[in-house]
């Protein structure tokens, strides 16, 4: 039974590398799972499909981001971005990447569209990246670290969400912790993310990616430019759209009444014709729909993993050999970590999840509660980046493949797992043995 976990986990991954549909792979891995703990077919189809239903919440969010995101770029806003991007930073590709990751960092906390963003502002940028050789696997670690890295390190927004499933985890299972001692927790995790960026940005695709054996320089092209927009009032009502869905957003914690408030202050401040309303939410649906559907669809993948009582079998067997060796136990706890959060592809639902089989296991091996809080988020951030079915790899590809040039697999997978996840380890580790 210990083992259906990870065996389930590597059939995903290995039906991913061989270009298995995503959505595909993990049913079958879902519904081999099941067969593996004694389940039938029929039975293992109806727990997954039921699991689906935890993440609904999360997909309505998606698509309501998404709607919202095609009614903001619907003024015209983020053409003014697109060509301020173009004519500033054309062959300067190391500032473009660090550009691009900060407008990332800024979906997560100031405009919480999160990934929302992403098919809008990459597309019109395509042929420049390919003018410039610029290696799109690293525009996938550039994106990937703005939609990972503010909520492991930031306590605002999708952070604030994160850090305080972290303590609710902890105090639940018995750990006294503040959410300022959590966030100091994630900081030396956090350290780990911003090694990756560096290291893919200026070593693994520092070279300019050749074209038939060539390297020119890119040059501005008046077609490469989108229509030229003066900012005007209707953008000016449109940033206070933006302000009013953080607002909502903030206070409420929920992204659903934040998407929500943006698109009706938009259509009330008349910044976009009511006649178009139906036209934003179609659009906003089809953009991030299959996002939507592969997170339910993991979300199945979880509930089947959960209810079978294979993750709690997983962490028994590997706490019954640990004993009180300090550093084994963070290494095997990251590590397990690692699996479930790249089978499952969100590190918000894995929290709840591993804090109450880590935190008893932490608390008896004699780890601080920083400690423990650096454990339990690092070992549920682990495997977000580099899971076929996460936001943040699922998100870069929908703006990088937009022209079917990237593959989801091998150009964000596998470079954003190799960038993040091992430094996210190794320091996770370091804050487990320091703090």
Request: with cysteine; net charge neutral; aromatic share 6%.
């Amino acid at each position: 039974m210990e083992w259906v976990v990870i065996s389930a986990v590597l059939l995903m991954t290995v039906l991913c590398l061989l270009k298995v549909n995503v959505i595909l792979a993990i049913i079958i891995s879902a519904i081999s799972a099941g067969l593996m703990t004694g389940l039938g077919f029929v039975d293992s189809v109806k727990l997954m499909v039921s699991g689906m239903g935890d993440s609904a919440n999360t997909a309505l969010s998606y698509v309501l981001l998404g709607a919202f995101a095609v009614a903001i770029s619907y003024t015209g806003i983020t053409k003014i971005l697109v060509n301020f991007i173009i004519r500033v930073l054309t062959g300067k590709k190391t500032m473009m990447l660090f550009a691009l990751a900060g407008i990332a960092c800024l979906s997560q906390n100031l405009v919480p569209v999160h990934i929302a963003f992403i098919p809008i502002l990459i597309p019109p940028l395509l042929k420049l990246f390919d003018q410039m050789r610029m290696d799109r696997r690293a525009v996938a670690v550039a994106l990937t670290f703005g939609l990972k890295a503010p909520y492991i390190m930031i306590p605002a927004g999708f952070g604030l969400l994160f850090q305080d499933l972290i303590l609710k985890g902890l105090e639940s299972n018995g750990a006294e912790i503040t959410l300022h001692e959590v966030t100091l927790s994630m900081l030396i995790p956090g350290l780990g993310m911003i090694a990756g960026l560096l290291i893919g940005v200026l070593v693994t695709y520092r070279k300019d990616k050749k074209q038939n054996g060539e390297v020119k320089e890119a040059k501005i092209q008046k077609e490469d430019l989108v229509e030229e927009v003066t900012f005007n009032k209707k953008h000016l009502l449109t940033l206070v759209a933006i302000v009013l869905a953080l607002i909502v957003q903030i206070i409420t914690g929920n992204l659903i009444l934040g998407a929500l408030t943006g698109i009706i202050a938009l259509f009330v401040l008349v910044v976009i014709p009511y006649r178009e309303l139906d036209s934003v939410m179609t659009q906003g649906i089809a953009m991030m729909g299959t996002i939507s559907f592969v997170i339910l669809v993991a979300a199945g993948f979880a509930k089947t993993l959960q209810e079978t009582g294979a993750v709690d079998k997983l962490v028994e067997a590997s706490a019954s050999v640990l004993g009180d060796n300090k550093p084994l136990i963070a290494f095997v706890l990251l590590l397990l970590g690692l699996v479930i959060t790249i089978g499952i592809g969100t590190s918000f639902g894995t929290i709840p999840i591993i804090a109450a089989l880590f935190v008893p296991i932490c608390l008896t091996a004699g780890f601080s509660p920083l400690a423990t809080a650096a454990l339990v988020g690092t070992a549920g951030a682990l495997g977000d980046a580099g899971s076929p079915a996460s936001d943040s790899t699922l998100g870069p590809t929908s703006g990088l493949n937009a022209d079917g040039k990237h593959n989801h697999i091998w150009d964000t997978c596998v470079p954003t797992f190799i960038h993040y996840n091992i430094p996210l380890f190794i320091f996770g580790w370091i804050a487990a043995m320091v703090l």
